[in-house]
C-alpha cells in the first residue's frame, strides 16, 4: 500500500546515443539520472493497519525500474531520513556495479548519511535481462525499502507473451524496524517473532484481520507497468526502447482493507514476475482453477528449458519468471462466469504458519472478493524437494557449469546457532565465524585501496582457517578458481536444543551453479554420480535454500546441505549471505575478497580518495555536487535476440 500520491518515477530512456569518457565527473544541476529514488520513513497504512516503515518515493514496494540490458545507467538514491543511513543493493545484478556501488556498508562502501544522497553506477550486460529487484542493505530497513528491478529484453524473450505482471512479496511486522534490531541484537536474546502478514505489491491482510470487499476499477493490479514479447511496433531498428513499457501510476493508495489484485484479460499469455522480497518467509503457493504454470526464469540472467508446475516456492532473494495462460471468454461462462480466482500463499518451515490471498480479476470494472473463509487449494506441506536438479538452459551451447573433475578447492561453510561468550549473544556463524556490518571499521574495499596488497586477506593462512583470514575475517578467493561452496546445516547449540532452521543463501558475487541439496552429511562422491546419473547441467543461479529436513536434531549435528559451484572470474569484495534479515544481523554473513589488489584497484588512486570517508565528496547534499568517478562508457550494446526458440514453437510457447 503506498502513503502518499507521488508520481511514478520512470526517468529517462536510457537509449543514449553516444559513449561518455571514463573519468572523473561532477554530477551538478546539468547532469540528470536516469532513475531517482528517495527514501523516507513515514507511517504507512498496511496489512488493514498501520507501520512506521522505510519507504522509496512515498511508496512499499518502491516503483519498478526498468533498464535495458547492455547499457549503463545512474540511479541517485537519497537519504532522507533524519537519522538513518542507507545503502541501496540491486539484488541479483552480480558484477554489474561500479566499484564502491555494490549497496553493501562495510564491504563495499560507507553507507549514506543522514541528509545526502548517492549516485549509483549499473551497467548490465547483454544477457542480464530478467527480474531482479533493489533493496537496502542497512539493518532491517530492507523489511520494506525495496522495489522490482527489470531488465527488459533487447527485442523479443525466447518466449511469446502479451503483457506481464510483478508479483513482489514482503513481510509484514507490527513492530518496527529498530525494534527488530534491539530484539536480535539484545542481551537476553529476543527473536522477532513470525511475520504478522504477506503483502503482494504493497497490499495485504495482517494475522488476526479480515479482509472486506474491495472497490472495482483501479490500477492495483498492474503494478510496475510492462510490455509484450516481441514489443511489436515499439521496436526500432531491432532494439527495444524503454518508451515500449506501459507504465502505470504506482503510488494510488488503496482504500478499505482488501485483497491484493492482479488483473488479467481473458485469452491472453503473461509472462509474471515472482519477487521474493520477504524478510523471513519461505512461501509456497498456487492459483485457484490454474495449474497451467511453466517457469521460464529463475534469478534473471539465464533462461531455462520450460518447466510445468501446478505450485511454486519463493523464498526471500528468489525470483522466478512463469508464462501463465489465462482462461478465454468460453472457458470463463463454462466455469459459472467467473470474474475472479483467488491466488493462495503460504509460509512454509516456521512454527507459526501463515496463509494469504490475492485475486486473478479477469474484469476489473468487478468488486475485489473478500478472503475465503478456508483452505481453497490443497498446497504440499513438504518443501525441500521441490525443483531440485530440474532447471536446465534453454541454450545448452552457451552454459558453462563446471564439471566435478574442474574443481578446483572445495570450502565447507557449517551453519551454526550459538552464544557469544564475550557478549552473551545469541549468534549465528558461518565457518565458525559470526559477521556483520559492525564488524570492520572501514569497509573492506575502502581499505583494499588504501594499503593495497596488505589489506588482502592472506590466502595460506585463510587455507588453514575454514577458508577465511583471521585478520581481515575475509574468505580469498583467486581469478580462475573453480570453488565448490557447500553449507552445512546444523543443529543449534543454544540451550542445546538442536533446532534447525531453513536459510535463502545468496551470492554478490558470481552467479553459480546449483548443484543440488539433501539432507544429512555433504557428501560429493554420492552428489557426482546423482548429477551424472541425472545428466544434470544446472543453470546459473544467486539465490537457494538450505532446507532443513526436520526440525530437530543432536545439537551441532549435521542437518542438510546445500552445494553451489563457481568460477571465480570478477574482482571485487563481495558477501555471501542467508537473506533472512534477522539472520543477517545475527552474523550469518561472510565477506569474500575476489583477485589482488592490482585486480581489484580499477579506479585511479587519486579519483578514489573521494570514496575513502563517510559522507566524502562522493554524496552530495543540498549545497554541495557530488564528485564521482563515472566508471563505464554509455555505448548501447542492447541488441535484439531471435524472437523465439524453434524448439518452443511445436510447445506452443
Request: aromatic share 10%; with cysteine.
Amino acid at each position: 500500500m503506498r502513503a502518499s500520491t507521488l508520481s511514478s518515477l520512470f526517468l529517462g530512456a536510457l537509449f543514449p546515443a553516444t559513449a561518455l569518457a571514463v573519468g572523473t565527473v561532477v554530477h551538478d544541476s546539468s547532469f540528470t539520472p536516469d532513475h531517482i529514488l528517495r527514501v523516507t520513513v513515514a507511517e504507512l497504512p498496511t496489512g488493514c493497519q498501520s507501520r512506521q516503515s522505510v519507504i522509496v518515493n512515498g511508496t512499499a514496494p518502491g516503483p519498478a525500474l526498468h533498464i535495458l540490458p547492455g547499457t549503463s545507467s545512474w540511479i541517485r538514491v537519497y537519504n532522507d531520513m533524519a537519522d538513518q543511513n542507507l545503502t541501496m543493493h540491486w539484488h541479483g545484478l552480480a558484477q554489474r556495479m561500479a566499484p564502491f556501488a555494490d549497496g553493501t556498508p562495510q564491504a563495499s562502501q560507507w553507507p549514506i548519511p543522514p541528509g545526502h544522497f548517492f549516485d549509483y553506477e549499473i551497467a548490465t550486460r547483454p544477457g542480464d535481462s530478467g527480474t531482479y529487484f533493489y533493496h537496502s542493505h542497512v539493518e532491517m530497513q530492507a523489511m520494506s525499502c525495496s522495489g522490482p528491478l527489470i531488465v527488459d529484453d533487447c527485442g523479443a524473450s525466447p518466449y511469446t507473451y502479451d503483457d506481464e505482471r510483478i508479483f513482489h512479496f514482503q513481510d509484514w511486522y507490527h513492530e518496527t524496524d529498530q525494534q527488530l534490531v534491539n530484539e536480535v541484537k539484545g542481551v537476553p536474546y529476543q527473536w522477532t517473532g513470525e511475520t504478522n502478514g504477506i503483502l503482494l505489491n504493497g497490499q495485504g491482510v495482517a494475522a488476526g484481520q479480515t479482509a472486506s470487499t474491495g472497490p472495482p476499477g483501479g490500477n492495483r493490479g498492474r503494478f510496475g507497468g510492462g510490455h509484450s514479447s516481441p514489443p511489436g511496433a515499439g521496436t526500432r531498428g531491432g532494439r527495444f526502447s524503454q518508451r515500449d513499457v506501459v507504465t502505470v501510476d504506482q503510488t494510488t493508495t488503496a482504500t478499505g482493507c482488501s485483497l491484493p489484485v492482479i488483473d488479467v484479460d481473458p485469452g491472453k499469455t503473461y509472462r509474471f514476475r515472482f519477487i521474493g522480497a520477504t524478510g523471513l518467509s519461505l512461501l509456497t503457493m498456487g492459483f485457484e482453477g490454474h495449474s497451467n504454470l511453466t517457469i521460464v526464469q529463475v534469478d534473471g540472467f539465464e533462461y531455462n528449458a520450460p518447466v510445468d508446475t501446478d505450485h511454486i516456492q519463493l523464498g526471500a532473494g528468489q525470483r522466478f519468471d512463469l508464462v501463465f495462460k489465462t482462461k478465454t471468454v468460453q472457458e470463463l461462462e463454462a466455469d459459472g462466469n467467473k470474474s475472479s480466482y483467488f491466488l493462495q500463499f503460504e509460509t512454509r518451515e516456521r512454527p507459526d504458519p501463515y496463509r494469504g490471498f490475492a485475486v486473478l480479476r479477469y474484469h476489473d470494472d468487478s468488486e475485489v472478493p473478500a478472503s475465503p473463509s478456508g483452505s481453497i487449494i490443497d498446497l504440499p506441506a513438504q518443501v525441500n524437494n521441490w525443483m531440485e536438479y530440474t532447471f536446465t538452459p534453454l541454450d545448452p551451447a552457451t552454459n558453462e557449469a563446471p564439471t566435478a573433475a574442474e574443481v578446483t578447492r572445495r570450502v565447507i561453510i557449517d551453519a551454526v546457532l550459538t552464544t557469544d561468550q564475550a557478549t552473551g549473544r545469541v549468534v549465528w556463524q558461518l565457518a565458525h565465524q559470526s559477521w556483520n556490518e559492525f564488524v570492520p571499521q572501514s569497509p573492506l574495499l575502502v581499505d583494499i585501496y588504501q594499503r593495497g596488497q596488505a589489506a588482502i586477506p592472506n590466502y595460506d593462512a585463510a587455507m588453514k582457517n575454514y577458508g577465511w583470514d583471521p585478520k581481515t575475517k575475509a574468505f580469498p578467493a583467486k581469478i580462475g578458481e573453480v570453488l565448490e561452496i557447500v553449507f552445512q546445516n546444523t543443529g543449534a547449540l543454544v540451550g542445546q536444543s538442536g533446532v534447525v532452521e531453513t536459510h535463502p543463501f545468496h551470492a554478490h558475487s558470481n552467479h553459480y551453479y546449483d548443484i543440488g541439496s539433501g539432507e544429512g552429511l555433504y557428501d560429493a562422491d554420492a552428489n557426482n554420480a546423482k548429477i551424472a546419473a541425472l545428466n544434470y547441467r544446472p543453470v546459473l543461479r544467486d539465490t537457494t535454500m538450505l532446507y532443513q529436513y526436520g526440525s530437530n536434531v543432536a545439537p551441532g549435528a549435521p542437518a542438510g546441505w546445500r552445494a553451489w559451484r563457481i568460477r571465480v572470474a570478477d574482482a571485487g569484495v563481495w558477501l555471501i549471505h542467508c537473506h533472512i534479515l534477522a539472520h543477517m544481523m545475527m552474523g550469518m554473513q561472510t565477506v569474500w575478497v575476489v583477485g589482488n589488489a592490482a585486480d581489484i584497484q580499477q579506479i585511479p588512486l587519486e579519483a578514489s580518495q573521494a570514496y575513502f570517508t563517510y559522507g566524502g565528496s562522493v554524496y552530495g547534499n543540498t549545497t554541495h555536487a557530488p564528485t564521482q568517478y563515472q566508471f563505464f562508457d554509455a555505448t548501447n550494446k542492447c541488441v535484439a535476440t531471435p524472437q523465439l526458440h524453434a524448439n518452443l514453437t511445436r510447445r506452443g510457447y
